[in-house]
């Protein structure tokens, strides 16, 4: 089992900045790839960013590409999301997920996905 604890999420307005924090607890944390997912009211989770074992691979929905910044550190068991140049349309509950596979997390879908935090609120206003 791992246990997913998101922290950092706020309310701030358009153009600003956060960074989102996910501590793991439980099984070998270097070992899974991460990612994070985000959901919107009404809408469904969508896949944001992903990052391999030992940070070497990382992937980005387009939405988010050049503006959010996924890392890790192994050491602290932690990841994080970088998030720049906040826009409206990022608001929603971000979720933190691991999984073995690379695969899984960047393009299985979030009901393939072994773990789960309880999320994260981010809210920008215009």
């Known amino acids: 089992q791992v246990q997913l604890v998101e922290s950092g999420g706020g309310l701030l307005q358009a153009g600003g900045s956060l960074r989102l924090s996910c501590a793991a607890s439980?099984?070998?944390?270097?070992?899974?790839?991460m990612g994070w997912f985000r959901q919107a009211p009404g809408k469904e989770r969508e896949f944001v960013a992903a990052?391999?074992?030992?940070?070497?691979?990382?992937y980005y929905a387009d939405s988010v590409k050049g503006r959010f910044t996924i890392s890790r550190d192994n050491a602290k068991n932690t990841i994080y999301l970088q998030m720049n140049s906040l826009k409206p349309e990022d608001t929603a509950v971000y979720y933190c997920?691991?999984?073995?596979?690379?695969?899984?997390?960047?393009?299985?879908?979030?009901?393939?996905?072994?773990?789960w935090g309880k999320g994260t609120q981010v809210t920008v206003s215009s």
């Open positions: 990052i391999n074992w030992n940070g070497g691979s990382r």
């Open positions: 439980g099984r070998t944390f270097s070992g899974y790839t």
């Open positions: 997920a691991a999984d073995a596979r690379w695969g899984t997390v960047v393009a299985a879908g979030p009901s393939a996905i072994n773990y």
